[in-house]
Structure formats: structure tokens, C-alpha cells
């Protein structure tokens, strides 16, 4: 839950300046998707925090519960080309490794 509350709030903090320039286009992506992984890893260390072993595991998870959520948002929500299963692979890939690496983290506070 926080780590979604933080993903909304740098979100918003991050674009609006975005919003008042010609670089939203090509800079939008790239945002958002570093937004995404500091929320993921945000969420592993709360989740290895918890957790108190295992810490890997569910940061992991958290990694993969992010990924399929936005994978599946993405894909019902935009109307453009369906991303190919490299990118999809590589996306959840990168956030399962960054979920591990934060609960790893949270275990160890």
C-alpha cells in the first residue's frame, strides 16, 4: 500500500513539471517507469521488513505483482501495439530482480 501510494504521489510531483514543456512525448516512458521500480522497491523493503526472512521471496513477489498489474493495465487500458513478450519478459524480469533486492534490504533494517 505504500509503495502505490508513493508510485501516485512522485507521479504526480514528476510529471507536473513535464506537463509545461515539449519533452512529455519522449520523456513520459522513461518516468514512469522509474516511478514503477522505486515503488517496487519500495514495496520489497516494507514487504522483507515484515516478513523477517525470506525477505527475497516476497520482495520478489511484490516484483511480480506489480509487473502482472501493470502489464495487464497496459495492455487494456492503451491503444497502441501490444509490447512484444522480449519487453514484457525483460519488464518483469527487472522488477523481480528490484523486489528482491528491496526485501533483501527491508530483512536486514
Not at 519533452?23 to 522505486?38: C, E, K, S, T
Request: charged share 10%; glycine share 16%; hydrophobic share 60%.
Amino acid at each position: 500500500m505504500v509503495g502505490i501510494i508513493w508510485m501516485v504521489i512522485a507521479t504526480a510531483a514528476l510529471l507536473w513539471p513535464l506537463l509545461r514543456t515539449d519533452y512529455l512525448d519522449a520523456q513520459l516512458p522513461l518516468v514512469l517507469r522509474a516511478i514503477g521500480l522505486a515503488g517496487v522497491l519500495l514495496g520489497g523493503i516494507i514487504a522483507g521488513r515484515r516478513a523477517r526472512n525470506r525477505g527475497w521471496l516476497h520482495g520478489a513477489l511484490v516484483g511480480v505483482l506489480y509487473a502482472g498489474v501493470a502489464t495487464l493495465l497496459g495492455a487494456l487500458l492503451v491503444s497502441a501495439p501490444a509490447a512484444g513478450a522480449a519487453t514484457v519478459g525483460w519488464r518483469f524480469a527487472s522488477a523481480v530482480l528490484i523486489g528482491a533486492l528491496g526485501g533483501t534490504v527491508g530483512v536486514n533494517l
